[in-house]
């Protein structure tokens, strides 16, 4: 907690995960959520694509869901920069938001560039099975 408060984005970002995967209760996102932001802050792109995923998809306390950051605005400008600084999981879920809103040709593009990123990670293996 010490590093994560002097700006270490490793740090914020251990304490995030640590919680994600330690803390199965309902209104995790509420605690997990502010180390991701610091972590991004910080300059850690994959640590503003899990920022943006817990907006949407995580699990508040009733009343504490950031609104801002849930809109759907901030999350394409989220993944846009995390993929844009090659966090292979921002441009997947850059596609997963084009491909939402209904425009299939920005979402192929973004799954692309996942593999263009990273051809052996987890996210590539991810888009090419939106690709197919």
Excluded: H
Aim: hydrophobic content about 45%; some cysteine.
């Amino acid at each position: 907690m010490a590093l994560c408060r002097t700006g270490q984005a490793r740090a914020c970002f251990g304490l995030a995960r640590a919680v994600e995967i330690e803390l199965d209760v309902e209104g995790q996102a509420t605690v997990k959520f502010p180390f991701f932001m610091a972590a991004c802050a910080a300059g850690d792109a994959n640590a503003c694509t899990n920022a943006g995923a817990t907006a949407t998809r995580g699990s508040w306390i009733a009343g504490t869901r950031p609104a801002v950051a849930e809109a759907r605005e901030c999350q394409v400008r989220t993944y846009e920069m995390a993929c844009t600084a090659q966090a292979p999981w921002g441009c997947y879920m850059l596609g997963a938001e084009w491909a939402q809103a209904g425009d299939i040709a920005k979402a192929r593009d973004a799954w692309q560039r996942v593999c263009d990123v990273d051809a052996d990670g987890s996210a590539c293996e991810a888009a090419r099975s939106q690709l197919d």
